[in-house]
């Protein structure tokens, strides 16, 4: 048995991520984004290479989280181009891709750029999903015979991991993924054992290994933030994913305790990220204190195990944020004193940050938190590597102070090798990082795991004879029943949620 594997986007890239599946003839697609620091053909997909007639053979698109470079070509491909196929994603996925979607359009059309897609277009794109429970397994396609099953993927609120089954060959795709928690989201949970015959990755830090002593630099972010707003000043937060603001108000509630941000003023920019705020709330049985427990953002104090930051307290200061309206609150950019601000889009090309960005940055009282992880082509890469002066001529005079969040959204290098063990895949496919990241990483994976690695370009196709890959030295090579492993992942999850009943955050 032979399976393609089509990379239309995210190929030795990171941006609009799409991943074209097929068993037997039959058509599966992974997420359908677009990418943030493109207007041109690049933004979508590259669909022109595919054959004429093999979008109409779609039979079902998975889309793993709401995040724009794997939601932003949706429409697009449903409405512009016509294809008819059923859409599958979490409910959380959905409602925050409608708000993401909805957004794109206005701010494009506020900016006068082009966006092929109305917000009729978005409203009749999401009609035919179809939402999915994490730990699902279902059926789909015509005929109804392809089995996925979701997992845990950590990364974004209802961000989930896509397994294909068909024909007696399956398929992992991760998505966005990353094996340890971010004190606000729980670290990916896929059953050990699962053995498919191919596991589509993430490499967006694939040559990276993230530092020991995590809480130590999460802490002196934080005094950082601190010290900065008792001194005056005022601090800028750009919002490269809401999981972001989510993750630094998580870190930033234990201040609350002590006052010291007792009467500081934190707002959120109206809009998008304000309403997107309050569906983490509503779905805060994803996070890791509601539901899943957080293994690594605990310690134990008396006895007891206690999150390393208190999540009730940051629920509450998620619940508390100021909205910021340009129209209403602008005056406050300029009036003295602090003032914290999470503001969109994380890459500062336009919008509520960069023109606060080119007012706040004069000053070396205040403070900038830029995004962890940076695109090309955006304002934001420039700032950080300290050269947008030298190319952009309406650049500011930038004296404020820069540092980087913890990202830890994205697995490292040793979290990648530790899913590939645990999942004991005969192949793995390498997507959504840099083309020097992944080619390099391709080789040590595979002489580490001594199975063939892959890393394909934009628009390259992968023909897989499952028959003539050999399993890696994982197990005793039987594949594992998904049903047994299903109800064992059910079993987990219920396990987790009596913990966090019990009181395990207290």
């Not at 979508?44 to 109409?56: D, E, I, T």
């Not at 794109?125 to 939402?131: G, P």
């Not at 919002?239 to 989510?246: C, E, M, N, Y």
């Not at 909205?323 to 602008?330: A, G, I, M, Q, T």
Request: charge should be neutral.
């Amino acid at each position: 048995m032979s399976i393609e594997i089509q990379v239309l986007g995210a190929g030795c890239e990171v941006g609009r991520s799409c991943i074209l599946l097929t068993i037997k003839d039959r058509r599966i697609l992974f997420d359908c984004g677009a990418h943030p620091g493109f207007e041109d053909e690049d933004r979508f997909p590259a669909f022109q290479k595919l054959p004429s007639g093999v979008l109409n053979e779609i039979e079902a698109i998975l889309v793993s989280h709401y995040h724009f470079d794997h939601v932003g070509g949706l429409p697009y491909l449903t409405e512009i181009l016509s294809c008819p196929a059923a859409v599958y994603m979490t409910e959380p996925t959905e409602e925050l891709s409608r708000l993401l979607l909805k957004d794109f359009v206005a701010t494009s059309k506020g900016r006068n750029q082009s966006c092929p897609y109305t917000e009729s277009d978005v409203e009749k794109c999401l009609e035919r999903v179809k939402t999915l429970q994490l730990g699902d397994q279902v059926t789909v396609g015509t005929p109804n015979d392809i089995s996925v099953a979701t997992f845990y993927a950590g990364h974004a609120i209802g961000g989930v991991m896509f397994f294909v089954q068909h024909a007696g060959t399956s398929v992992l795709y991760s998505g966005d993924y990353c094996m340890s928690s971010d004190g606000h989201l729980g670290a990916a949970r896929v059953p050990f054992g699962l053995q498919p015959d191919v596991f589509i990755s993430e490499g967006t830090y694939c040559n990276v290994l993230y530092p020991e002593g995590r809480f130590r630099r999460e802490e002196e972010l934080v005094d950082t933030i601190v010290k900065t707003v008792q001194n005056d000043g005022k601090v800028l937060i750009p919002i490269p994913a809401l999981g972001k603001t989510q993750g630094i108000c998580s870190m930033i509630s234990k201040h609350l305790e002590s006052s010291a941000l007792a009467n500081i003023p934190i707002y959120i920019t109206e809009g998008f990220a304000s309403k997107a705020n309050m569906s983490h709330i509503k779905h805060s049985e994803w996070t890791v204190t509601r539901k899943l427990g957080c293994w690594e953002c605990e310690r134990r104090q008396g006895g007891k195990k206690r999150s390393r930051f208190n999540d009730a307290c940051s629920h509450e200061l998620l619940k508390n944020l100021r909205p910021f309206h340009r129209n209403e609150h602008w005056n406050l950019v300029y009036q003295k004193g602090p003032m914290i601000l999470f503001a969109t889009p994380g890459n500062m090309s336009t919008g509520v940050s960069c023109d606060v960005f080119k007012v706040w940055s004069s000053s070396p009282q205040n403070l900038v938190v830029m995004p962890g992880f940076l695109l090309t082509n955006v304002v934001s890469s420039r700032v950080s590597s300290e050269v947008l002066a030298a190319t952009d001529t309406s650049a500011p005079d930038i004296r404020c102070r820069t540092v980087n969040q913890i990202s830890h959204i994205h697995s490292d290098k040793r979290g990648i090798l530790r899913m590939c063990r645990q999942i004991q895949a005969k192949g793995v496919v390498l997507v959504h990082g840099e083309k020097q990241r992944l080619t390099e990483f391709k080789k040590e994976l595979g002489q580490t795991l001594g199975v063939p690695c892959y890393a394909p370009e934009i628009g390259e196709l992968l023909r897989i004879d499952t028959g003539e890959l050999k399993r890696s030295g994982f197990g005793d090579g039987r594949r594992n029943n998904l049903s047994e492993l299903t109800t064992k992942w059910r079993s987990v999850l219920s396990s987790y949620e009596r913990m966090t009943k019990g009181g395990s955050n207290s």
